[in-house]
């Protein structure tokens, strides 16, 4: 029986690429749409994801990393002191305007991190050094970044306000689909580059309680806005928007979450986990991508189904005397089901094979753009799944052909 479910599959080669081109198109866009959205969804937290800190600490009012409230520098010291913190360190997070030696301008996020730490560092870096960031005005950027920035290679300068900006490494993989461009550079570069044309004025007060009502005046400066700020160490009165903690070992995270926000009332403590799906909450929910890939990706199965059902029908019809021959010998309905079925299975692994190998080449050029697909074995895997379920779901509509043929049929003239 499997011959003839072989034999009946390639007597009719075009008709058999016909459905091959359904299927590779259907696995195609089942499985491009879902790495698609895999891959948006882990771009909206790569920072977070990224980043070697237990907790994440910013604004009570945060609603995303580019949506929220800074904090104080000063906030570091506090958080450093706690029981059970083994180390914390400063990330700025701010957008700034570009501009490109072709003089074009592009808005991109500056993100100033502790050169010498360990809780936050540019990844997978293919040109230049990572230790460029800690001379002045030097950034890191992914490899993708460079045209919109207006350059070509390592080394390229560009301007923020009066500041010129040097582009000293590149990396792969650093860039979030959702955001402008990064550039990340230290904390003591983006601080300055940030607060360039502004000036901050800290005034404290002591209260009757003995503690300190401290408030930050941030004004335009009146002269020297339009000449480059020299880079100079944050001090208390600076902005910061996160602060990473690493927990002592044996530490209680939940404890630690608890202190810190106790110590610093404006403020929340996130876990890793807990920012990162907030972070991918917000921006599935805001955008509605998952509901428009997942239509996408039902429309492909819908098409697959379509497809592979007519030539399975057709095929059916066209051999009504073969199969009631075999009927009229003795063959039960099930050993005719078998055949169909046969011929569906060959048809979803004849199909699936080119259709993922083409979506990994997709994955892999797409990459060069920017844009992830991510596509893991166990989602090829689960794709395999989706494309029997689909072909063997397209052979009822042939089973039922075959299950109403009578033997008679093949007495008559």
């Given at each position: 029986?499997?011959?003839?479910a072989?034999?009946?599959?390639?007597?009719?080669?075009?008709?058999?690429?016909?459905?091959q081109?359904?299927?590779?198109?259907?696995?195609?866009?089942?499985?491009?749409?879902?790495?698609?959205f895999?891959?948006?969804?882990?771009?909206?937290?790569?920072?977070?994801?990224?980043?070697?800190?237990?907790?994440?600490?910013t604004?009570?009012?945060?609603?995303?990393?580019?949506l929220?409230?800074?904090?104080?520098f000063?906030?570091?010291?506090?958080?450093?002191?706690?029981?059970?913190?083994?180390?914390?360190?400063?990330?700025?997070?701010?957008?700034?305007?570009?501009?490109?030696?072709?003089?074009?301008?592009?808005?991109?996020?500056?993100?100033?991190?502790?050169?010498?730490?360990?809780?936050?560092?540019?990844?997978?870096?293919?040109?230049?050094?990572?230790?460029?960031?800690?001379?002045p005005?030097?950034?890191?950027t992914?490899?993708?970044n460079l045209?919109?920035?207006?350059?070509?290679?390592?080394?390229?300068?560009?301007?923020?306000?009066?500041?010129?900006?040097?582009?000293g490494?590149?990396?792969?993989?650093?860039?979030?689909?959702v955001?402008?461009?990064?550039?990340?550079?230290?904390?003591?570069?983006?601080?300055?580059?940030?607060?360039a044309?502004?000036?901050?004025?800290l005034?404290?007060?002591?209260?009757?309680?003995?503690?300190l009502?401290?408030?930050?005046?941030v004004?335009?400066?009146?002269?020297?806005a339009?000449?480059?700020?020299p880079p100079?160490s944050?001090?208390?009165?600076?902005?910061?928007?996160?602060?990473?903690?690493?927990a002592k070992?044996?530490?209680?995270?939940?404890?630690?979450?608890?202190?810190?926000?106790?110590?610093?009332?404006?403020?929340?403590?996130?876990?890793?986990?807990?920012?990162?799906?907030?972070?991918?909450?917000?921006?599935?929910?805001?955008t509605?991508?998952g509901?428009?890939?997942?239509?996408?990706?039902?429309?492909?199965?819908?098409?697959?189904?379509?497809?592979?059902?007519q030539?399975?029908?057709?095929?059916?019809s066209?051999?009504?005397?073969?199969?009631?021959?075999?009927?009229?010998m003795?063959?039960?309905?099930?050993?005719?089901?078998?055949?169909?079925v046969?011929?569906?299975?060959?048809?979803?692994?004849l199909?699936?094979l080119?259709?993922?190998?083409?979506?990994?080449?997709?994955?892999?050029?797409?990459?060069?753009?920017?844009?992830?697909?991510?596509?893991?074995?166990l989602?090829a895997?689960?794709?395999?799944?989706?494309?029997?379920?689909?072909?063997v779901?397209?052979?009822?509509?042939?089973?039922?052909k075959v299950?109403?043929?009578?033997?008679?049929?093949?007495?008559?003239?």
């Open positions: 029986m499997p011959s003839i072989r034999k009946n599959l390639f007597e009719d080669i075009p008709r058999l690429l016909v459905a081109a359904g299927i590779l198109f259907a696995v195609s866009l089942v499985t491009i749409q879902t790495g698609v895999r891959g948006f969804t882990e771009s909206t937290s790569l920072l977070v994801d990224r980043s070697k800190a237990d907790i994440w600490v604004s009570k009012d945060l609603v995303h990393l580019e929220t409230l800074p904090l104080s000063d906030h570091l010291s506090r958080v450093q002191r706690l029981a059970g913190v083994e180390r914390a360190e400063p990330l700025i997070f701010g957008k700034v305007l570009w501009r490109a030696p072709s003089n074009r301008i592009e808005s991109v996020i500056t993100l100033g991190y502790q050169p010498d730490g360990v809780l936050f560092q540019p990844w997978n870096l293919t040109q230049g050094r990572a230790a460029e960031v800690q001379q005005y030097r950034a890191i992914d490899v993708t045209r919109k920035l207006g350059l070509s290679r390592v080394g390229d300068r560009g301007t923020v306000g009066s500041t010129p900006l040097q582009v490494a590149v990396g792969q993989g650093l860039q979030s689909i955001f402008s461009p990064f550039l990340f550079m230290s904390a003591v570069s983006a601080n300055s580059l940030l607060s044309g502004r000036e901050s004025r005034t404290c007060s002591v209260q009757p309680d003995g503690g009502d401290c408030v930050n005046r004004s335009p400066k009146t002269a020297g339009d000449r480059p700020v100079r944050l001090n208390a009165s600076d902005p910061v928007n996160f602060i990473l903690v690493r070992p044996g530490s209680s995270i939940p404890d630690l979450q608890r202190r810190i926000e106790a110590a610093l009332p404006d403020s929340r403590a996130f876990t890793r986990a807990e920012l990162s799906r907030l972070s991918q909450t917000y921006w599935r929910d805001r509605g991508v509901f428009i890939l997942t239509l996408g990706a039902i429309v492909g199965a819908i098409v697959g189904i379509a497809i592979v059902g030539i399975l029908y057709a095929s059916a066209e051999r009504v005397r073969e199969f009631a021959t075999l009927k009229a003795g063959a039960s309905s099930w050993v005719l089901r078998g055949i169909i046969e011929q569906s299975l060959w048809m979803a692994v199909g699936y080119p259709g993922m190998g083409l979506c990994l080449g997709v994955a892999q050029f797409a990459t060069t753009a920017g844009v992830v697909i991510a596509i893991t074995p989602s895997f689960l794709t395999f799944g989706v494309t029997v379920v689909m072909c779901s397209s052979a009822l509509f042939a089973i039922q299950n109403r043929i009578d033997p008679a049929v093949v007495f008559k003239a």
